[in-house]
C-alpha cells in the first residue's frame, strides 16, 4: 500500500502493484527529459489539464523508478497500467501533487 505522506502513489502494471514516488532524483532526471525548466511549470499544466501523453509517460516512468522499479521507458509502454491512459494521468498528476504537498 501506498503512502501518501511518503509521496507514494500506487501504479498497477500488468496485475503488479507499485509504489512510485518522486525523488529528488527522479524529479532531476524528470526535468532533463522534459526540458521544462522548472517543476512548477509542469505542476500547473497538470493542474489546468494542458499535459501531453508525453508528460504522463515521463512523469510516470519517473515515479517508479523513484519507487525502485527497475524498467524504462520502453517498458512502461508495453505494459498494462491500470486505469489505462485515465488512470496514467490520475496517477501522474498526483505523484506532482504528493511531491510539492503535505496530504491531507
Do not use: C, K, Y
Not at 35 to 51: K, N, P, Q
Amino acid at each position: 500500500m501506498a503512502n501518501p505522506w511518503r509521496g507514494e502513489v500506487e501504479i498497477t502494471l500488468d496485475g503488479v502493484a507499485h509504489r512510485a514516488r518522486l525523488t529528488l532524483g527522479a524529479l532531476a532526471e524528470l526535468e532533463a527529459e522534459l526540458d521544462t525548466g522548472a517543476m512548477v511549470d509542469l505542476a500547473a499544466r497538470f493542474e489546468a489539464g494542458r499535459f501531453s501523453a508525453a508528460d504522463v509517460i515521463a512523469v510516470v516512468v519517473a515515479g517508479l523508478r523513484g519507487g525502485g522499479w527497475t524498467g524504462d521507458r520502453a517498458a512502461l509502454l508495453a505494459a498494462d497500467v491500470a486505469g489505462g491512459p485515465i488512470g496514467a494521468a490520475q496517477a501522474a498528476a498526483q505523484l506532482l501533487a504528493r511531491a510539492f504537498a503535505v496530504p491531507g
